[in-house]
């Protein structure tokens, strides 16, 4: 019995050994960032900014890949199913990390138990477009012709959206018929072309052609009024004052991820989310930094789950 016993503490240091020189080694090859949109969001232009970012700090390339569809459930499940090594990092966001669960049957994942934050990264709010050529020039506009026609079309590219735009019709006592896409740029595409009445995507994505004048801006959905976007009011501005809403941005891994594999990408997302260039990127963006820390990041991620859950009950949404 001795002899096995210490055989299993042999063996279990031997572990621990070979864990620490696999953290001490880490990262020893190249990184993915997997992002559940389309190219052209402001998620997509994160990760591609913070993978070149982690890539000067290790010292290792950093890919991007998108994998769309399904709310983010795609690639929420190409971190599922990848090796838990930290060699695969998820650029979540609210929708599929505390939207999902509220508004998706047999969801294939829990975003808590499944996943363990590395970083928060950024918020930013969102913004109603309409067509350059739409009778629509304001909120007030949008509610009273959605009274006076019937639902209006809003595209969405994720159930937070989704769940954002059915919030603002109940409390506006309007309807609004979600039409799903896999991403912004394909929204923004429809938005030029006249094909949508509105659409409720993120700020940061948009902001390049709201200066164009390709679409128009009707309110943003902040606490105040986006700093490239000045002239354009908040929701609240305009006689909602309950509606405040933001999408924000983190790193996941999976939840079996060693801790000091784990610890080694947080303190490397620290590192690079302090510096001038982040600060300048993020403020480009009109965003706000949200560098949290894993445990900051889980605290939040909780908080963010009570207040969608009871943004779903004030809209009268259920999963289906």
Same mark, same amino acid.
């Given at each position: 019995m001795?002899?096995?016993?210490?055989?299993?503490?042999?063996?279990?240091?031997?572990?621990?050994?070979?864990?620490a020189r696999a953290a001490d080694d880490? #990262?020893?090859?190249?990184?993915?960032? +997997?992002?559940?949109?389309?190219?052209?969001?402001?998620?997509?232009?994160?990760?591609?900014?913070?993978?070149?970012?982690?890539?000067?700090?290790?010292?290792h390339p950093v890919v991007v890949e998108n994998r769309p569809g399904a709310n983010g459930i795609i690639g929420?499940?190409?971190?599922?199913?990848?090796?838990?090594?930290?060699?695969?990092?998820?650029?979540?966001s609210n929708s599929p990390m505390s939207v999902n669960p509220l508004v998706l049957k047999n969801l294939p994942y829990d975003p808590v138990r499944d996943f363990r934050p590395i970083a928060g990264i950024s918020r930013n709010m969102n913004v109603f477009l309409?067509?350059?050529?739409?009778?629509?020039?304001?909120?007030?506009?949008?509610?009273?012709?959605?009274?006076?026609?019937? #639902?209006?079309?809003?595209?969405?590219?994720?159930?937070?959206?989704?769940?954002?735009?059915?919030w603002f019709a109940s409390l506006a006592g309007i309807r609004l018929a979600n039409i799903p896409y896999k991403g912004q740029a394909?929204?923004?595409?429809?938005? +030029?072309?006249?094909?949508?009445?509105?659409?409720?995507?993120?700020?940061?994505?948009?902001?390049?052609?709201?200066k164009q004048g390709k679409v128009r801006a009707l309110a943003v959905s902040g606490e105040h009024r986006h700093p490239e976007l000045p002239d354009v009011p908040t929701v609240r501005e305009s006689g909602f004052a309950d509606y405040v809403q933001y999408s924000w941005v983190s790193f996941y891994?999976?939840?079996?991820?060693?801790?000091?594999?784990?610890?080694?990408?947080?303190?490397?997302?620290?590192?690079?989310?302090?510096?001038?260039?982040?600060?300048a990127f993020i403020a480009q963006k009109g965003s706000d930094m949200m560098p949290l820390t894993p445990q900051a990041m889980r605290?939040?991620?909780?908080?963010?789950?009570?207040?969608?859950r009871q943004v779903a009950k004030a809209a009268g949404i259920h999963p289906e």
């Open positions: 001795k002899r096995i016993t210490w055989m299993t503490l042999a063996l279990a240091l031997s572990c621990v050994a070979i864990a880490f #990262p020893s090859r190249g990184l993915t960032i +997997i992002v559940p949109f389309t190219p052209g969001s402001g998620s997509d232009a994160s990760a591609r900014f913070y993978g070149e970012a982690l890539a000067k700090y290790f010292g929420i499940q190409a971190l599922k199913q990848a090796p838990a090594d930290g060699y695969t990092i998820l650029l979540a309409a067509p350059a050529e739409s009778a629509l020039h304001s909120i007030g506009d949008l509610v009273a012709k959605a009274r006076q026609n019937g #639902p209006l079309n809003v595209g969405t590219y994720s159930a937070g959206y989704r769940l954002a735009a059915e394909p929204i923004m595409a429809d938005v +030029i072309g006249n094909r949508l009445d509105v659409a409720l995507v993120d700020t940061g994505g948009a902001l390049t052609l709201l891994v999976r939840a079996e991820t060693p801790d000091a594999i784990a610890g080694r990408l947080a303190d490397a997302m620290q590192a690079v989310l302090h510096t001038p260039a982040s600060e605290d939040f991620h909780f908080a963010e789950i009570n207040r969608f």
